[in-house]
């Protein structure tokens, strides 16, 4: 007794001790001067201060929550004080300022607004990559606890952390190696708490706009392909994996971007299988962890949802022209239908609600699975899918299952009520079953326990399904007939409280709360989220459907009738509308590329009437040269005629052009003797006074050929002028010819001497013609020769400057020797005058200069003999 009475007391302690620290704090914190002063005192650097400063307000903050909270939301400048303690040096401080933020944000958005704009999320991102992300320690997971605070059900920091762009700075986080054996228990643990904040940023009950741009976001960064890469991976910790599963699926949820990505993602295997297919494998599977498969099927669900390309892929590996002939590869359709008639009821659960996603608000694919056959054994006919359904559903109490038998009948009864509602077709071939509306009579009229009730409902719900989306076209199923079916063996009231069977039972409660399908045992697996709302949807159109007369069935008919059309016309028209806005934007796109076309085009068009507006002014000047050069002709024409002095002049100027090739060949003579001058002044350079000479020749030489070059470029100049005023004479004589011969022929008349007359004058024109081109070549020639003439004239002209250069650098030598002389002189005068003072006789000078004279005199002398 002793014992029992010890441990009582050891269990009651903890809970009286925090008792009293409540009862302390609540004292503590009754004058809210204490806590702003507590406040002022963390603000001290002193360690020996602000250390315990920051744990008392830490225990006053977990005893008495939302007070302090208030208390330090209403103080001046309260939460940016301690907001400080992030980035203090000492990481004792940092640390349980951490902590201390922890407990600060819990449950007050007010809070988490204020430290998300003092920059928090910077700086804990800073705190989590300096400590070594997953592989860093307890610091990392509290930075974390506290990023989580703050994005939690809080739109406005989740908007905040989306645009600061630190979405893209978890990716690291994610980056694990090849070799994943030996994970820490803390790096598991920083690992999981960092998963579930990606799943809090693109949780389903977030705003839809907010979880779409973190998506987006999440992708475009790589975020969801390392995420992926995890998926893949071996020797990723279970608990980590389903995690991870988890939050893939919330990314890619409702997103078609990340929805195809997902499905493009292959296992690293031999051949290599798709993500989806490999997943699929683990979720039938009954050796797997309950909780993995949970995941697994919850990933396939948010790849399904709102993905109608991913549906219509999924269903399309069950139809008969898709299936593989060879079997190597096992499809996604191939799994779902080996779960869904394995002997394992969890399976048979996880793939008929796996397969009712996939037929999720779409007709078209519920009218294709139609079409598909299963081969149930050798010998027999194969059988359609929806009759197999059936088939197990009628003779569930007869196969040995493993698990619960109600739960394989419940995943069938809601794939079938899933499958029928808002398909007529589907409806007309279940009912073309003899045998399945008595199946379903017989089970909602029978009396039985609390786990058959459940199925009971379901059975009412799908008969309910059969009799509203009836189109009436089985004479022995119409509406009526099985409205009075429902009335002879069940009774309306009885069939609608059975009906309401499923809203009431608690796991259909847990089921419609959230997406994911949470569990806390494979028996509570009953519901799905999305069926829930079908229920919802159904329930009370299924009741009123019982309830109405013929005649109202009639008014109804009438009334779908209308609205079918009118959703059939809405249909067109929105069909119609998005054709047209495609084409509106293709147009808009081909008028803003035409617009830049004709941009360039009307930019190339005044370029090119600028153009050809030179190309006309050229050719009207081109026209009236072209007019005045036949002018030229004619009147050489008519003054040779006239004058008979085209050979003289033709030799005359044969004569110049001799002239002027003699004077070449006499200025090449001339350049070579330039040369040979240039030559002997390189040579005699050393000489200075030959230098003098030689150059003084040289300029005198250049001075006069340039003089004499110029004199017969004048005189050419001359001899063109006078050709040219000879030409204009001749012009004039021809224009009087020509009228002159206009005048003659209104005369003449028609005789015979007139015709002789004209003839003999067009033959002499032509003549006249024919020399004026020639004469006109031999011009150009001539210019041609005065055009080479003067470019000699210009060569000699660059000649005579070189020349020029050489002579000036060459003075420029002579007043450098001239100015070595005079100081050698001045030295030698020195030197002379120094030993004159010595005493050492010296000759003069003049002395000297005699004595040269008389040897230059004896010298010449010898010349003159010689």
């Known amino acids: 007794m002793s014992a029992l009475t010890d441990d009582s007391e050891e269990e009651n302690l903890p809970k009286q001790v925090d008792d009293l620290g409540s009862q302390f704090t609540e004292i503590f914190i009754k004058q809210q001067e204490n806590v702003t002063l507590l406040l002022s005192l963390v603000e001290e650097f002193d360690f020996h201060v602000r250390w315990p400063g920051v744990k008392l307000l830490t225990s006053l903050l977990k005893q008495q929550g939302p007070q302090v909270q208030q208390i330090i939301l209403v103080s001046p400048m309260g939460v940016s004080r301690l907001m400080d303690l992030l980035a203090d040096s000492r990481e004792v401080i940092r640390n349980d300022g951490v902590l201390l933020l922890q407990q600060l944000t ?150 078609q971007m990340n929805q ?70 096992v499809s996604a359709g191939q799994l779902l239908c080996g779960g ?35 081969a149930t054994s050798i010998g027999n006919p194969p059988v359609s899918l929806l009759q197999q359904c059936t088939n197990i559903l009628s003779q569930g109490d007869k196969i040995d299952r493993r698990g619960s038998k109600v739960q394989t009948r419940v995943g069938l009864l809601m794939l079938l009520c899933t499958w029928l509602s808002n398909c007529s077709i589907a409806v007309t071939h279940f009912l073309h079953n003899p045998a399945n509306i008595p199946f379903l009579t017989g089970q909602i009229a029978e009396n039985l326990g609390e786990e058959e009730q459940l199925v009971q409902g379901l059975c009412a719900l799908l008969l309910g399904i059969s009799i509203y989306y009836n189109d009436n076209s089985l004479e022995n199923y119409r509406k009526e007939k099985l409205k009075q079916l429902i009335e002879k063996r069940i009774g309306r009231e009885n069939f609608i409280e059975k009906l309401g069977f499923i809203s009431k039972h608690e796991l259909y409660s847990r089921a419609a709360q959230k997406p994911q399908p949470s569990f806390s045992s494979p028996d509570h697996m009953m519901f799905d989220h999305e069926f829930t709302k079908l229920v919802k949807e159904l329930e009370g159109v299924i009741s009123k459907a019982i309830y109405k007369s013929s005649e109202e069935d009639k008014k109804e008919e009438e009334v779908k009738k209308t609205l079918e059309q009118h959703d059939n016309i809405v249909t067109h028209y929105k069909k119609v509308i998005r054709e047209q806005d495609q084409e509106l934007e293709e147009l808009k796109q081909r008028i803003s590329t035409l617009t830049s076309q004709n941009e360039q085009l009307q930019a190339t068009v005044t370029q090119q009437v600028s153009q050809i507006q030179q190309h006309k002014d050229q050719y009207n000047l081109l026209k009236v040269q072209l007019g005045k050069d036949n002018q030229h002709h004619n009147s050489h024409s008519d003054t040779f005629q006239m004058n008979g002095i085209q050979t003289e002049e033709v030799s005359k100027l044969k004569e110049e052009l001799e002239e002027w090739k003699s004077k070449h060949e006499v200025l090449q003579g001339q350049l070579g003797e330039k040369d040979s001058l240039t030559e002997k002044l390189k040579s005699s350079q050393l000489e200075v006074g030959t230098a003098e000479q030689s150059s003084q020749t040289s300029k005198s030489g250049g001075l006069e050929l340039s003089n004499e070059l110029h004199k017969e470029l004048e005189m050419l100049r001359s001899q063109i002028q006078l050709q040219s005023a000879e030409i204009s004479k001749l012009q004039m004589e021809n224009q009087k010819l020509q009228v002159m011969n206009t005048a003659a022929e209104p005369v003449l008349g028609d005789s015979s001497a007139t015709a002789a007359n004209s003839l003999d004058l067009e033959q002499e024109i032509k003549e006249l013609k024919s020399e004026v081109k020639a004469l006109s070549e031999e011009k150009e020639s001539l210019k041609q020769h005065l055009d080479s003439s003067r470019s000699t004239v210009a060569i000699l002209q660059d000649e005579k400057s070189k020349l020029q250069q050489e002579l000036a650098e060459s003075k420029k030598e002579q007043d450098d020797l001239l100015v070595l002389l005079a100081d050698q002189d001045q030295k030698l005068s020195a030197l002379k005058i120094k030993l004159k003072d010595l005493g050492v006789p010296v000759e003069d000078e003049d002395d000297i200069e005699s004595g040269d004279q008389g040897d230059e005199d004896e010298d010449g002398d010898e010349d003159e003999q010689d």
């Not at 994005?151 to 994610?174: A, V």
């Not at 683990?282 to 948010?302: D, G, I, K, T």
């Not at 008929?352 to 519920?366: D, G, I, M, R, W």
């Open 106 to 255: 819990k449950s007050n958005a007010a809070i988490q607004k204020i430290v998300a704009f003092e920059n928090a999320f910077e700086r804990l991102l800073d705190i989590i990559t300096e400590e070594g992300n997953s592989d860093g320690g307890i610091v990392v997971e509290d930075c974390l606890l506290l990023i989580q605070n703050l994005l939690k059900n809080n739109n406005s920091n989740q908007n905040f952390f989306k645009e600061g762009s630190y979405i893209q700075r978890m990716k690291p986080w994610f980056e694990v190696g090849d070799d994943n054996c030996g994970w820490s228990a803390q790096k598991v643990t920083n690992l999981h708490v960092m998963l579930q904040l990606v799943r809090v940023l693109v949780s389903p009950t977030n705003p839809p706009g907010a979880t779409s741009s973190c998506q987006k976001a999440m992708f475009q960064c790589g975020l969801l392909q390392q995420l992926c890469t995890i998926l893949m991976a071996t020797g990723v910790p279970a608990d980590i994996l389903t995690e991870t599963i988890n939050t893939v699926s919330e990314v890619i949820r409702g997103c």
């Open 340 to 374: 869904l008639f394995s002997t394992d009821s969890l399976s048979n659960w996880c793939a008929a609600v796996a397969l009712a996603h996939a037929l999720q608000e779409n007709a078209t694919l519920k009218e294709q699975l139609l079409r598909v056959q299963l």
């Open 260 to 329: 195809d990505y997902f499905a493009s993602v292959n296992a690293p295997s031999n051949p290599p299988r798709p993500a989806i297919v490999v997943l699929l494998m683990s979720m039938v599977n009954e050796r797997q962890p309950f909780v993995l498969r949970c995941a697994v099927l919850y990933c396939f669900q948010c790849f399904l949802y709102k993905n109608q390309k991913g549906q219509g892929e999924i269903v399309s590996t069950l139809l008969p022209s898709t299936i593989d002939a060879t079997g190597n590869s």
